[in-house]
């Protein structure tokens, strides 16, 4: 059985960074991608920033250079990397991980870690 877990959000001041980490376990055979995507309440989930397991990375247009997302693959481990935080940035982050195991590829999501932004 596949598992998802995020770790690392919490308070953070406006101007300031943290630093989230995403750790799939189990059955893995391969992963082909993982990302980070987050909501907040009465919107929809929008993608912050994935990356491939060729290291192709994309980012959610209100990044602006502000976040980096990376891998540590013999770990199964997603970071991203997030700097000049702002009030907007208050959300819950939701680790997603596209993995193979031995009954096919599927979609897996973590409970999410929240993260809110406040002086």
């Known amino acids: 059985q596949v598992q998802v877990v995020e770790f690392g959000g919490g308070l953070v001041q406006p101007g300031g960074s943290l630093r989230l980490f995403c750790v799939a376990s189990?059955?893995?055979?391969?992963?082909?991608?993982m990302g980070w995507f987050r909501q907040v309440p009465g919107k929809e989930r929008e993608l912050s920033a994935s990356?491939?397991?060729?290291?192709?990375?994309k980012y959610g247009d209100f990044v602006r250079g502000r976040i980096t997302i990376s891998t540590d693959n013999a770990k199964n481990t997603a970071f991203l990397q997030m700097n000049s935080l702002e009030p907007e940035d208050t959300a819950v982050y939701y680790c997603?991980?596209?993995?193979?195991?031995?009954?096919?590829?599927?979609?897996?999501w973590g409970q999410g870690t929240q993260v809110t932004v406040s002086s």
């Open positions: 997603n991980a596209d993995i193979r195991d031995a009954w096919g590829s599927d979609d897996y």
């Open positions: 189990g059955s893995i055979l391969r992963i082909d991608a």
């Open positions: 990356i491939s397991n060729t290291g192709s990375t």
